[in-house]
Structures are given as C-alpha cells and as structure tokens.
C-alpha cells in the first residue's frame, strides 16, 4: 500500500483527530485558521475547537485578488499565477499559527481547506443550456500540503456541483452534524458576503434539512463603504444607524429575479454589487439620498431578504431559535431589523451552542474533511441541493 493512503488509513482509525479548517470569504478580509479536535462521525461528531484565529490579509493580497474576483472577462495569467500563491500563502499562515501556538506541525492529522472563491456560476445565474453549475476556488491544495507537511483536504464545491448541487451553500452538512438537537427546530444563520441559513428539524431527520442562499449579507455595504469612506466595512452599523430606510429603493432593490427563484438557490457578488445598486438607484431616481440612507436601505435589504426565505418555508412554524454567524452578527441594525421581522424568535450567536461564530465557516470545513475520512453514512436523501456525497480532494505533501 502507498505510504500515503496507509495514512490516511491510519488517520480514520485514529479516536481523535486533529484538523485544521480554513475559510477566506468573498470579504477577503483575512483567512480564519480553526484547529479542531474531533472524535466519531456523523451524527456522533463531536467537536473542539482547540484554537482560532483570522489573520488579516495585507491590502497587497486583496489588490491581486481582485483583479480577478467575480469578473467575466480577466487576465486568465493572473488567475493562473494566483492558485498556486493563494495556497502558498495559506500555508504559511498555518505555519506561522503553528509555531505561535506551540503546536508541530506534525501533530495536526490534516487541513481542510475552502480556498479563496473567485466565481461562483449555478446554471441559473449564467443561463447557458449546454453548461452546468459551476464555481470556482483557488488556493492550490498540493501547494498548501508541500508548504506545510500537512495532508490537505481541497475543493470541496465541486463534488456538491458534480452531484447536481449548485456548490453552495455547504453549511448544511457540518450544520446537521455539530448543532442538530432532538426536539428542537433550528435555523443556523450565517451572514457573510452572501447570507445563508440552514434549516435543522427537531426529528433529526436529514431528508428534512434544508439550506439555501437568501440574498445579500455584507457584500454591498463593504463594497459601498470601501469606496465612499475609505473602511473595511461599517463598524456596528456606525454609519448605517444615522440613516433612515427608503422603502422606494429597497422594492427596486427586491425586484431582482434572484428573489423569484424557487429556493433553495445560491448567489454571490457577481450578481449583488455595486452595479446592482447603482442600476436600483437610476431606476428610482434616488441617487440624492445620503450615504447613510443607503446604507440603512441595504441593512433592511438582507434583514427582508433573510426573513422572506425563512416564511416561505416555514411560515406556521417558526423556529423559537435563531443561530447567527458570519460577519453580519456583529451589525446591531441587522440584528434589529431581523427581530423586528420575527418578534417571536430569539436571534442568539452559535456562540452560545458551542462554536465561534467567527469560527463556524472554518469548523465547518474541518468538519467535512472529518466526513471524508472516517464518516459519509449520512442520507439526505435526493432533493434538490444538499447531495448526499463526499467532498473535498486530497493532496499529499510527499
């Protein structure tokens, strides 16, 4: 037998396992570095996460990135030169976090890594016949084992798309694993670029679960005050909660086909951008409003968004419970505007169930990885967006 797969035998037999999950969202503000300690599969899963940490990216990285990110036309060289430095550099920051923390790098049983999305494409948004879902993640794996010594787990979109998913969103699976309850309906909310939520049933019945995109989470409000106030993003709604909302732009900004589209679906900044908001604001004549409106207008648009996919599903039992993660947690005006929506739901953090919310995309991943090597019993059976297969490729590092 190859030294390699004896390994990774070795690691499936193993109580424990150590695991590394890695998540750089469409924000690009960093990469979120989670060691989790893991015992049993499936249902059984049992996780810790030992440590956690995002490391910001320098504004060097997000320049080259965004060269390329969710554009149709590129410099394909640039596409081609970044995988293997996004791994590259992903790899580093491992080992940097490694010796920071005191930990060989020999005692982590393997990586799972995301990648960095650069276009994410499902069939209804490019609307080609002859082409299937698509997306794409760069940050090579083989790149990322060599630099590190670490068996890398990659690329786990392309199995959901291969299965007829539409790669997104993958929150289900580590969703139903760590934070299914017995007589609890539960929705886990997560707010990143892109804002998803999965759907848990008290019964623990996998066939039951459901996950779909909603919309717009931070992605236009980072982009808008990028531009216009030269910051990251919009700390505690600062300049959101001075606005007031127009009801005027936010009807344009719904009427988009994304939201008549039978769920579950997927999206991403290709569709939600500053182009989008600016086409919304010409059509309404609203390009007066202040900044702050629009900001405001924009913090309902996900709020309205989210809560609109959560009654269509689920609009004579609501869940009493709420999970949130990601980085739209953090924005008391979303929060607000949610509860506002469902008065009756309590909004909590996965915090307070036993994961970071900051932590939740990374363990996420790690947790699929621990799916490929010891687990993959579980049935979803076969509707429409959560295929019941394994993900993620594995890369060797010798």
């Known amino acids: 037998m190859n030294k390699n ?11 424990t396992r150590k695991i590394i999950g890695l998540m750089s969202g469409t924000s690009m503000d960093g990469l979120d570095v989670a060691l989790c300690e893991y015992q049993g599969s499936g249902l059984d899963t049992k996780v810790k996460v030992l440590k956690f940490e995002t490391v ?27 995988n293997p430095w996004i791994g590259n550099l992903h790899g580093e920051i491992v080992n940097q976090l490694l010796a920071k923390w005191g930990i060989p790098n020999s005692d982590v049983d393997c990586i799972a890594s995301h990648g960095q999305t650069v276009f994410h494409a499902p069939k209804i948004q490019h609307k080609i016949e002859k082409f299937p879902n698509a997306t794409l993640q760069i940050g090579d794996g083989d790149h990322l084992a060599v630099k590190t010594g670490i068996i890398t787990w990659s690329d786990f979109r392309q199995k959901h798309c291969a299965a007829g998913g539409e790669g997104a969103p993958l929150a289900v699976y580590g969703d139903y694993l760590i934070f299914s309850e017995k007589g609890k309906n539960r929705i886990l909310l997560n707010m990143g670029g892109i804002s998803n939520f999965t759907f848990l049933s008290g019964d623990l019945n996998p066939e039951k679960v459901f996950a779909t995109d909603t919309g717009p989470g931070n992605t236009i409000m980072d982009a808008y005050v990028q531009k216009h106030f030269g910051i990251p993003y919009d700390n505690n709604a600062e300049i959101a909660s001075k606005g007031k909302v127009s009801e005027t732009l936010l009807l344009e900004l719904k009427n988009h086909d994304f939201f008549k589209g039978k769920l579950p679906k997927t999206t991403g900044p290709e569709v939600f951008n500053l182009a989008y908001l600016k086409s919304a604001l010409e059509k309404t004549n609203s390009k007066e409003l202040s900044k702050e409106d629009i900001m405001a207008t924009l913090c309902q648009l996900t709020a309205e968004t989210i809560t609109d996919c959560v009654f269509s599903i689920s609009e004579n039992e609501l869940p009493s419970e709420v999970f949130m993660s990601g980085g739209g947690m953090h924005n008391p005006l979303i929060v607000s505007f949610l509860q506002k929506k469902m008065p009756n739901t309590k909004f909590l953090k996965t915090d307070d169930i036993g994961i970071d919310g900051d932590a939740k995309e990374a363990v996420l991943f790690a947790t699929l990885a621990n799916e490929a090597l010891c687990g993959g019993e579980t049935d979803f059976g076969k509707r429409k967006g959560v295929p019941s297969v394994s993900m993620g490729k594995v890369s060797f590092f010798s």
């Open 5 to 15: 797969i004896q390994k990774l035998y070795e690691i499936a037999q193993k109580p």
């Open 56 to 82: 910001p990216f320098g504004e060097d990285v997000k320049v080259e990135i965004r060269k390329i990110f969710a554009k149709k036309e590129i410099d394909f060289q640039q596409l081609c030169v970044l």
